[in-house]
């Protein structure tokens, strides 16, 4: 059961979680009528980087039925975007990760890093970390969540050279869920604050957060 998520995690915005379990050929026979996608994964030279790509839009199929690789196009920022809609991918190991929303969305996936706790003072600060790890109970899934969460914050809106620690907040969750809880986030920005509803989810051991523009 390679599609382990499906639904709606805010109103506008759903959620598509594959863990990958197939062949690339697979996904090259099912993406027959994208060409442009699969002449970019022939010059790709990690097997494991083709099969992230490919299955992030096999993901994007399932989720959306239809769409067509003329739907798609590539922001100055390198990243794929969607005629319409708005989009985001991520990948983590076996995961493949895929949000389509109404408004401005990112979205991380994470597996598992003991480095996380090296790299922390990179993303956030001594106190957020305590308060965090006070709520979750526990200091690297605390991490893990802060990061998931800055990266999806700096997804939805990719103004480029974004300082983690300093220009994301994550406040503390506000709504536990049966699989996670629902929160909030800050990006400073010169132009002022951007707000962001965020949704968190452990989806197979794996963390996952979904970032959604408050356009309130």
Avoid at 30 to 47: A, F, I, Q, S, T
Avoid at 132 to 159: C, N, T
Avoid at 180 to 204: D, I, K, Q
Wanted: hydrophobic residues 40%.
């Amino acid at each position: 059961m390679p599609l382990i998520r499906d639904d709606k995690v805010w109103s506008g915005a759903r959620l598509g979680v594959w863990r990958i379990e197939e062949t690339e050929e697979f996904f090259r026979s099912d993406l027959r009528e994208w060409p442009l996608l699969l002449e970019r994964c022939n010059g790709v030279k990690k097997p494991q980087r083709r099969l992230e790509l490919l299955a992030g839009r096999y993901l994007l199929r399932v989720i959306l039925p239809g769409v067509k690789e003329s739907d798609m196009g590539v922001s100055p920022k390198g990243r794929p975007v969607l005629k319409n809609s708005f989009l985001s991918i991520s990948h983590s190991g076996q995961f493949a990760a895929v949000v389509v929303a109404d408004r401005s969305v990112g979205l991380d996936i994470q597996k598992p890093d003991e480095r996380m706790e090296k790299l922390s003072g990179k993303f956030c600060g001594a106190e957020e970390a305590v308060e965090w790890s006070r709520y979750i109970g526990d200091r690297a899934e605390a991490l893990h969540w802060i990061w998931s969460a800055k990266e999806a914050v700096f997804k939805a809106f990719d103004p480029g050279g974004v300082d983690f620690k300093n220009q994301i907040r994550v406040d503390i969750p506000v709504a536990k869920l049966n699989s996670g809880f629902r929160g909030r986030g800050t990006l400073a920005c010169p132009s002022g604050p951007r707000e962001f509803l965020l949704n968190y989810s452990l989806v197979m051991g794996v963390y996952c957060v979904v970032a959604v523009e408050d356009i309130r």
